[in-house]
Nanobody
Framework: QVQVFESGGGLVQTGRSLRLSCVAS????????WGWFREAPGKEREFVAA????????HYGDSLEGRFAISRDNAKNTVYLQMNALKPEDTAVYYC????????????WGRGTQVTVSS
């Protein structure tokens, strides 16, 4: 089974940037699509971004494309989420997930990494 480990979260000021990393290990992580989701206090988990197994296709949540960018390095079994111009409303726990190739459904979650943006 694929295992997922996120890192890179922290406390930053409004307008700054962070890059989250998601390292995958286990059975054929390069064959999965991959996604980032986030969950703010008192809110439901929401979709942030996803990337295909080949890296050729990306998708973003509403209003995030342009500030956020997802990428992957299959040689390193790592998926990245570059977050720029951060806002206090981006504060959340960010989760990485392995997704199915067909349907892009989450099948394995990491434990999450906290991102806090101060105003």
């Amino acid at each position: 089974q694929v295992q997922v480990f996120e890192s890179g979260g922290g406390l930053v000021q409004t307008g700054r940037s962070l890059r989250l990393s998601c390292v995958a290990s286990g059975r054929s992580p390069s064959e999965n699509n991959w996604g980032w989701f986030r969950e703010a206090p008192g809110k439901e988990r929401e979709f942030v971004a996803a990337i295909s197994w080949s890296g050729d296709s990306t998708h973003y949540g509403d209003s995030l494309e342009g500030r956020f960018a997802i990428s992957r390095d299959n040689a390193k079994n790592t998926v990245y989420l570059q977050m720029n111009a951060l806002k206090p409303e981006d504060t959340a726990v960010y989760y990485c997930a392995a997704l199915t190739v067909e349907g892009w459904a989450p099948v394995r979650w990491g434990r999450g990494t906290q991102v806090t943006v101060s105003s």
